[in-house]
């Protein structure tokens, strides 16, 4: 696990890359990203971003979590909980998170986001070839019924593959 102050890494990023928003219901206290988070559609998003990089043999490395505080955080980054939403004085701007996109530049893979319209704007000059994963969506409900269907379609893959003796 890694502290929140190591924004850069080394090598290229392969394979697609899931942005997925924080939360703003937390545990308290130092936790890694993936597990200071408690709001239920942060699990559904998770749960949906999972389920779309491991069919293609990616893991959590993938998927990044943009934090209203830190910008783009991986998941098994420690983080200390916090009370920030975007727009606040002291949230994270537009430009660190371009910053912590070069992680990505050259990357081989596409960028979906998963995100709220809050969330895109931020980071949409990082990223402005992404594929926004909510088009058409008329609102948190729908956005909700589409992360469920992405994962149970995942749930059902794994149940057929399993079943059917196949692996990949």
Not at 29 to 57: C, E, K, N, Q, W
Not at 88 to 117: H, N
Request: aromatic letters at 6%; one cysteine or more.
């Amino acid at each position: 696990m890694t502290d929140t102050t190591d924004t850069t890494t080394t090598g290229t990023h392969r394979g697609p890359l899931v942005l997925i928003p924080c939360s703003a219901p937390k545990r308290s206290g130092r936790h890694t990203a993936a597990d200071l988070y408690t709001g239920s559609t942060f699990g559904s998003t998770l749960a949906a971003a999972r389920s779309i990089v491991r069919p293609y043999g990616f893991g959590d490395e993938c998927i990044r979590i943009v934090s209203a505080k830190h910008g783009l955080l991986r998941l098994d980054q420690l983080v200390d909980a916090y009370d920030v939403t975007v727009g606040d004085t002291d949230a994270v701007t537009t430009d660190v998170i371009v910053d912590q996109s070069r992680e990505f530049d050259g990357m081989a893979g596409d960028v979906l986001m998963l995100l709220p319209a809050a969330y895109r704007s931020l980071v949409g000059d990082a990223f402005p070839d992404a594929i926004d994963g909510f088009t058409g969506t008329g609102g948190i409900g729908d956005q909700r019924g589409g992360l469920r269907r992405t994962r149970d379609l995942e749930a059902h893959r794994t149940r057929i593959i399993t079943d059917n003796g196949w692996r990949n």
